[in-house]
């Protein structure tokens, strides 16, 4: 297939799907993309730079139904307050590294 099928390709398949960027951009993180939606329903060649990773698709209806089922903003939510809880953990934890070394 040439660069010009498979741009109009991958265009085509912007209207019934969600590239891997786009999920990203609405709230999934990588490893929720491989618990919930699993592989990519389509991958296609890259139509703008042929030696880059190719571009993963998703079924927007499988996708918009699973935001719903698992309640991805309140997801989202959650995992930011566990992850500041773990920054601010990390932050202490590296605080009384540097105490204990001047007291040493």
């Not at 019934?16 to 939606?37: A, C, P, V, Y």
Request: hydrophobic share 30%; net charge positive.
């Amino acid at each position: 297939m040439s660069n010009k099928g498979i741009y109009k390709k991958v265009n085509d398949c912007y209207e019934k799907n969600f590239n891997h960027t786009q999920l990203i951009e609405r709230g999934w993180t990588k490893s929720l993309i491989l618990k919930h939606i699993g592989d990519a329903c389509l991958k296609l060649p890259n139509p703008m730079f042929p030696n880059h990773r190719v571009v993963k698709f998703y079924n927007k209806e499988k996708v918009l139904k699973l935001e719903i089922e698992i309640d991805l903003e309140n997801l989202i939510k959650e995992w930011n307050e566990k992850r500041k809880k773990r920054d601010l953990k990390r932050i202490k934890e590296k605080i009384k590294k540097l105490n204990d070394r001047k007291k040493s």
